[in-house]
């Protein structure tokens, strides 16, 4: 933990538009929470139209922030220590202590927040208090009726999103007011408004004629300015007008001159202003009334899984040690971060620095590294799960998480010296790999000199290290198997990756030519799968160094699959609930629709039960510390290999429901599509593999 503490002051009060001469970074100490208090560890911090107000000094609903003082805001954050009961360590709350990385603030005034029910971003979003400005301002004042015609201005921000979606749920029709036209084809194509007027259009006020031809009965106003002058006019006898804000004119320096308020005599208007914190009681009545998935999938533009869509996948983790929990929570903290990230991912080919970085901050890439070196020591059921719940958020950026966790597993196999090699000055140290054996190393003195090319090193512009696969004896002899530690500087990267699917990770190819290889950088693969590699004495008490590698490693990648599977059947049954085909022909109506989609999840649900009770048995084995059976081996690959293929088929069945829809590029069936059919080629899906073996082991038993 840092010993300062990062604040953001106000310097001056702006005039105009607020400059950032008008702030002040400043380190402080770094506070103590005192009795009944807990330090919050600030992750998010809120930036609302309101704070300008709240700069500007002048008479308000609220009290203005003091020259010098920190500015006020929103924060979510992670309790990183706890005087209070209600809260330990790695739990995640809601407060308003400003803009600040540490807060030291009562217990009692904070909101607990549960990463499992929805991300913990939304507390300062759609589920905090942009969403309940929207829902109090509507069920206050707006209450839209069946039939009648709501606006929102500023339609595809916070509350206007939520606004907007609420009047729908209502049967209302809605026309959501933005700015330019990406706005407003989010605002109508993805959060369902009835039509989207750009605000910078020649004629507003025509624009709105045409998609309100019986005129408006609520407006919802967050801007003020041109489009309130638009808007009024158009009011229908009695309309309602929700005084919510009007940002255009936060910045004016003299008033704007208003509307002709005859028309609120003629017509028996009601405009009305409000304040959300005076109803903050009614807080728990809106966030059940907003804990659906229709409302929920405004929240941010940019996620392609928003709260709803992923927190109900989430397995339970009440059976968890605590440090485990934690660890778990900080993980599905990522997931909107790796969701708001992934369409660069695909882009760029490459998992962001960013998301590398919050793997390291949230601790999550030392599960599997031996606390001797830094490291957590813990149990790979933890790992898996963690892979499981990141495809979630981007599949990608959680196939190259597995990557790089489990090898840190394969390095604490290696000898002891090649461990110091790779943490003794960097305990953040990571390896890529590509390890199926593709050249002969040849010996010289003291090791080996290794050339060769090596495809599908995913993760590897994020590595130090590269785990490569070699013959040291005759090709093609498995029993000469072995896997080298090589510097990754000491290789070339090339960018060949150009691929179908999971095409954010990565996976380049790395070109070695006659690099030095110490003898103490070895490990054989066949030491591995029995479980006696030289690192098992290394750290005689940690069971997951003894465990045969092929036990535990098809708990390592299979997961993102299987989390594939189950966004991809959540995305159909979404689509086709309420999907009309051909303008005739309700889908969710059609026997045969409902016969494939209970078939697919029959599959879905198949491999998530193997996978889970897998993955807990396996765990639960290894860590009795009693002999692991090469049977039991065999089974864990041929299940979980099993796993994956019935994902592939489950999602033909989907794709063929979804119709054309699925082959446009930027629907996310087809990216899911892509990756799950690039999963099954890899050797982790090799149904040859897994199940030859096992079925010669079934039939050495009938010869015996």
């Known amino acids: 933990m840092p010993e300062r503490n990062r ?47 709240r700069i500007s000094g002048q008479r308000s609903y609220a009290k203005p922030v003091e020259m010098g003082a920190v500015i006020e805001g929103r924060v979510v954050g992670e309790v990183v220590r706890s005087n209070h009961p209600g809260f330990r360590e790695g739990d995640f709350a809601m407060g308003g202590y400003g803009w600040q990385l540490y807060s030291a603030v009562p217990g009692n005034g904070l909101l607990k927040l549960d990463p499992a029910e929805a991300p913990i971003s939304t507390a300062l979003g759609i589920l905090g208090m942009p969403g309940m400005t929207a829902y109090i301002g509507l069920a206050n004042i707006g209450q839209p009726k069946e039939g009648e015609t709501v606006v929102v201005s500023a339609a595809s921000g916070a509350v206007g999103a939520v606004a907007g979606q609420l ?3 209502q049967g209302a029709r809605v026309v959501g007011i933005a700015g330019g036209a990406d706005k407003c084809r989010y605002v109508k194509d ?29 407006y919802f106003e967050n801007v003020g300015g041109a489009v309130q002058h638009a808007v009024f006019p158009r009011f229908n006898d009695f309309a309602r007008m929700i005084m919510c804000g009007m940002i255009s004119e936060y910045n004016d320096t003299t008033p704007r001159p208003g509307p002709n308020l005859m028309s609120v005599v003629r017509k028996r208007l009601r405009i009305q202003g409000f304040i959300v914190s005076d109803d903050w009681q009614r807080y728990g009545e809106f966030r059940f009334s907003c804990a659906s998935a229709p409302i929920r999938r405004g929240e941010q533009r940019k996620h392609k899984m928003t709260a709803r869509d992923f927190s109900h996948f989430l397995t339970d983790d009440s059976d968890l040690p605590d440090p485990e929990r934690q660890l778990l929570g900080r993980a599905r903290a990522l997931i909107p971060h790796l969701a708001e990230r992934a369409p660069a991912t695909t882009a760029e080919r490459n998992v962001p620095p960013e998301t590398i970085a919050e793997y390291h901050d949230a601790g999550i890439l030392k599960i599997l590294q031996p606390r001797r070196f830094g490291g957590l020591q813990g149990r790979f059921s933890l790992f898996s799960q963690i892979v499981e719940e990141l495809t979630y958020g981007c599949a990608s950026s959680a196939w190259v998480y597995a990557v790089l966790g489990e090898h840190q597993w394969i390095i604490a196999s290696y000898p002891e010296q090649a461990q110091i090699d790779v943490w003794g000055d960097d305990p953040d140290a990571v390896a890529a790999s590509s390890l199926a054996p593709r050249a002969a190393a040849a010996p010289v003195p003291g090791g080996w ?18 785990i490569l696969g070699v013959f040291l004896g005759e090709i093609g002899d498995p029993r000469t198997i072995a896997y080298l530690l090589v510097p990754l500087a000491e290789t070339e990267i090339l960018d060949d990756w150009q691929v179908l699917g999971l095409a954010g990770t990565g996976s380049k190819s790395l070109v070695v030519r006659d690099v030095f290889v110490p003898q103490h950088r070895c490990v054989m693969v066949s030491d591995l799968f029995a479980g006696t590699p030289p690192g098992a004495l290394v750290h005689p008490d940690y069971p997951v160094v003894r465990a045969p590698r092929g036990f535990l490693v098809s708990y390592s990648l299979p997961p993102v699959a299987i989390a594939l599977g189950r966004r991809a059947l959540d995305i159909v049954c979404r689509d086709l609930a309420t999907r009309v085909s051909r303008g005739v022909t309700k889908m969710a109506g059609s026997e045969v629709v409902q016969m494939t989609i209970g078939e697919a999840a029959a599959a879905i649900d198949a491999a998530t039960l193997l996978l889970r009770h897998g993955r807990r048995a396996t765990t639960e084995a290894v860590s009795s ?29 989907l794709c063929e429901l979804s119709g054309a829809r699925w082959v446009y590029d930027t629907d996310p069936l087809q990216e899911i599509r892509r990756d799950v059919m690039t999963i099954l080629t890899h050797h982790a899906a090799s149904r040859a593999a897994a199940y030859a073996p096992y079925g010669n082991m079934l039939l050495s038993r009938g010869r015996d």
Do not use: N
Not at 199 to 206: K, M
Not at 637 to 651: E, K, T
């Open 190 to 218: 993805e959060l369902g408004f009835d039509a989207a007027l750009d605000h910078r259009s020649p004629d507003l006020g025509a624009a709105l004629d045409e998609a309100c031809p019986k005129g408006i009965d609520v």
């Open 625 to 653: 510390g009693r002999q692991i059976t090469a049977a039991e081996a065999l089974q864990a690959r041929r299940d979980m290999v099993y796993a994956q293929h019935q994902i592939g088929w489950a999602l033909e069945r």
């Open 449 to 466: 000199r290794l050339s060769g090319h090596y495809s599908f090193s995913s993760g590897c512009d994020h590595a130090q290290w590269a």
């Open 167 to 169: 009047a729908k749920r």
């Open 7 to 53: 604040q953001v002051l106000l310097k001056r009060r702006p005039e105009g538009m607020p400059t950032p001469g008008d702030f002040e970074i400043v380190d402080a100490p770094l506070p103590e929470p005192g009795t009944g208090e807990v330090l919050l560890r600030g992750i998010y911090l809120s930036l609302d139209p309101y704070m300008r107000g």
